[in-house]
């Protein structure tokens, strides 16, 4: 089984402030990472996703992420945070192949809120 | 436009009622998930279907039910067996029958709000 830990429920940042998000997860095989993002009142949109390759992952709006194995992480970071970005964050894992079609394992969130 | 949409919005649930949420999508793709959110705690899988007249438990299936007679649609019953119903319901989907686990994006609906009165 997978477990995600997001190490903090709320991360309050000043505008044009850089961010990061953390996200450490818990597997005994390999996975695949996702990050996601939730406006108020609507549903998740992918802002990016880690399957093989470079550890340094581009996303959407300017975010990046940089899966690191030994450390089990997966943080999420932008150099410079606009109000539209307040919203909630999760981070999302889950096996590699194997037949399985489960779904994805999701830590519980971290709401990110932008100070003017 | 390709999506999923979700039905009602918001819904309102008399203690000891069945209410059925629904869930469409026209991207064609195999696999469909419903998910709980409630506050602080994520999301939760209650359900999912890899393919048409197949579907499986995910971690919180107690007291609820689902169907897949169509590949397009992928319908929730929260039954009155559910304790504690008040949450954010969303309906997912992704392109092949192992979904993510194949490195495939799950797509989201906008979500039901379901309330007990």
């Known amino acids: 089984a997978q477990s995600v830990t997001q190490l903090d429920s709320q991360v309050p940042v000043f505008e044009e402030a850089p961010v990061e998000l953390r996200c450490n997860y818990s597997?005994?095989?390999?996975?695949?990472l996702f990050w996601y993002v939730q406006y108020p009142n609507q549903g998740l949109q992918l802002l990016l996703k880690?399957?093989?390759?470079?550890?340094l992952v581009k996303g959407i709006n300017g975010f990046e992420a940089e899966f690191n194995k030994s450390q089990t992480s997966f943080h999420l970071r932008k150099p410079s945070v606009h109000i539209s970005d307040t919203a909630e964050y999760f981070c999302?894992?889950?096996?590699?192949?194997?037949?399985?079609?489960?779904?994805?394992?999701f830590g519980k969130g971290t709401h990110l809120i932008i100070q003017p | 436009d390709g999506g999923i949409t979700q039905s009602p919005k918001y819904l309102f649930r008399k203690e000891g009622q069945n209410v059925t949420l629904s869930c469409e999508q026209n991207?064609?793709?195999?696999?469909m998930y419903w998910y709980r959110q409630d506050p602080g705690q994520g999301l939760r899988l209650i359900y999912y279907s890899q393919i048409v007249n197949d579907f499986q438990k995910g971690d919180i299936a107690e007291g609820y039910s689902v169907s897949r007679e169509k590949k397009e649609s992928f319908p929730l019953t929260v039954t009155s067996a559910q304790k504690n119903p008040t949450a954010f319901y969303l309906c997912?989907?992704?392109?092949?029958?192992?979904?993510?686990?194949?490195?495939?994006?799950?797509?989201f609906g906008e979500g039901s709000w379901l309330t007990v009165v």
């Open positions: 880690y399957l093989s390759g470079s550890t």
């Open positions: 999302a894992v889950v096996p590699l192949g194997g037949g399985g079609a489960d779904g994805l394992t």
């Open positions: 597997s005994s095989v390999s996975v695949y």
């Open positions: 991207l064609n793709h195999d696999a």
């Open positions: 997912a989907s992704s392109r092949t029958q192992t979904g993510p686990n194949s490195g495939n994006t799950i797509y």
